[in-house]
């Protein structure tokens, strides 16, 4: 199993760079929408319009979260509580930290 400080860095420069691609895909999404005259409600297009900024706004509240996720992981690791259970204070077992880094509680507790 890799480092877990390692792998939570690199989940988060991936974090990042998703979150600035969401960021710039709804940045011009709004923008196209400034220039046409679709109304959400009556115009066939409008409706799309109005689904992928919807979408888009989902997906980068999704990976802000995850990156608010990973930011205390590691803050966990500097405390020197990484991988020990927030409400039975138990090590969390291993697998559970590789298939989820952030993971907060061990399974018994989850």
């Given at each position: 199993m890799d480092d877990p400080v390692a792998r939570l860095e690199?989940?988060?420069?991936?974090?990042?760079?998703?979150?600035?691609?969401?960021?710039?895909?709804?940045?011009?999404?709004v923008a196209a929408s400034y220039d046409s005259n679709a109304d959400d409600e009556h115009d066939p297009?409008?409706?799309?319009?109005?689904?992928?900024?919807?979408?888009?706004?989902a997906l980068a509240d999704q990976a802000q979260r995850r990156l608010t996720e990973i930011?205390?992981?590691?803050?966990?690791?500097?405390?020197?509580?990484?991988?020990?259970?927030?409400r039975c204070h138990r090590p969390i077992a291993a697998d559970r930290l590789h298939a989820r880094p952030v993971a907060r509680t061990c399974t018994g507790c989850a």
């Open positions: 690199r989940e988060r420069r991936e974090t990042l760079k998703r979150l600035a691609y969401l960021s710039d895909d709804f940045a011009q999404v297009e409008g409706a799309t319009i109005a689904f992928e900024r919807s979408q888009l706004g930011d205390a992981a590691l803050e966990r690791v500097a405390a020197g509580t990484y991988g020990s259970c927030e």
